[in-house]
């Protein structure tokens, strides 16, 4: 089992910037992949950015070179540096970890709030 637990949303004007981090505990070992999801009122949970165990990273195209996801180097904890942002990146963001021959888990989601 992982838990994971999210910390850094909140209200913030547009064009500025926030840190969110996402610290996971347990069978870490077994984690191939973690990232950052969010889900807009109406709409579909999107995924906004990855990082491997190896290191690669993958990015929504609407959060290329605003976004950076980063991990810590014990792997355990990830952030996700957002910059310049938008209304349209309002959402509730949700931490993901994958892992091997289990499959998903979510944080409890954090809200992110851009006003314009």
């Known amino acids: 089992q992982v838990q994971l637990v999210e910390s850094g949303g909140g209200l913030v004007q547009a064009g500025g910037s926030l840190t969110l981090s996402c610290a996971a505990s347990?069978?870490?070992?077994?984690?191939?992949?973690m990232g950052w999801y969010r889900q807009a009122p109406g709409k579909q949970r999107e995924l906004v950015a990855a990082i491997t165990s190896g290191g690669s990273t993958n990015y929504a195209d609407s959060v290329k070179g605003r976004f950076t996801i980063s991990r810590n180097n014990a792997k355990d904890t990830v952030f996700l540096q957002m910059n310049s942002l938008k209304p349209e990146d309002t959402a509730v963001y949700y931490c993901?970890?994958?892992?091997?021959?289990?499959?998903?888990?979510w944080g409890q989601g954090t809200q992110v709030t851009v006003s314009s």
């Open positions: 993901n970890a994958f892992l091997s021959s289990v499959g998903d888990y």
């Open positions: 347990g069978r870490i070992f077994s984690i191939v992949r």
